[in-house]
């Protein structure tokens, strides 16, 4: 069990096009997910908390309208990069929390985004 | 504010034990984990320990955590090539919010 899944898993964009990433909880139910990113050979930076049926809590520094984050359902969360840029080039990694198992974080396996 | 630190590399051979360290600043937390990142994809939980245990073990994992000096240590026992990987601490903080350490790559050789 605890399985949660990202699509894609990667992707190449041109600058100033948007881009949306898929986080899901494939066999349990997540009111809380969260968005990180990752650079090459650093640890994890997160990005926002994502609330099933209310709105994300973004972390300091990350741009909202920016880093937009949809959590429709108790199994699915978004993350859509709007008017990207190079320098939104990364690894995004996305997690759920299964209340099941003592609120543990299990982790999606990435979205390489290059935005070119 | 929280800081989670760890050296950055790690070499030992295959058949040794690989020690990883991580030390914390927030003693309000209430689980500490060790996630596993192998190249190019997710973290994989390996296993948590909760604030009030000193030991953990499970199978070839061995988990320390002396909340007095607020260091943590995950030994891995008879380490094969396999384990290469990025290693994360984690300290669990209010709201369920993750404070990741810097990682420590290691490098069994053969």
């Known amino acids: 069990g605890a399985v949660v899944s990202q699509h894609p898993s990667r992707v190449i964009c041109k600058s100033g096009t948007s881009v949306k990433i898929e986080c899901r909880s494939l066999d349990f139910q997540a009111t809380t997910m969260f968005w990180y990113r990752q650079f090459p050979k650093k640890s994890l930076m997160l990005m926002a908390t994502s609330n099933e049926g209310s709105k994300a809590t973004y972390e300091q520094g990350v741009e909202k309208d920016k880093f937009l984050i949809n959590h429709a359902s108790l199994t699915l969360s978004t993350l859509t990069v709007t008017s990207a840029h190079p320098e939104d080039s990364s690894f995004y990694i996305c997690?759920?929390?299964?209340?099941?198992?003592?609120?543990?974080?299990?982790f999606g396996p990435g979205t390489r985004l290059t935005v070119l | 504010g929280e800081d989670v630190e760890q050296s950055l590399f790690l070499s030992v051979r295959e058949g040794d034990s690989s020690v990883i360290n991580c030390t914390y600043t927030?003693?309000?937390?209430?689980?500490l984990y060790w996630y596993k990142q192998e190249p190019g994809a997710g973290l994989q939980l390996l296993t948590y320990i909760f604030s009030n245990m000193d030991m953990k073990q499970d199978q070839r994992l061995t988990v320390l955590l002396n909340k007095k000096d607020k260091h943590l240590s995950l030994r891995i026992a008879d380490t094969q090539t396999g384990d290469s990987a990025i290693y994360f601490c984690a300290e669990g903080g209010g709201g369920n919010k993750l404070t990741f350490g810097t990682g420590t790559q290691l490098k069994v050789e053969l």
């Open positions: 927030d003693s309000s937390s209430t689980y």
């Open positions: 997690s759920a929390i299964w209340q099941g198992a003592r609120d543990t974080q299990y």
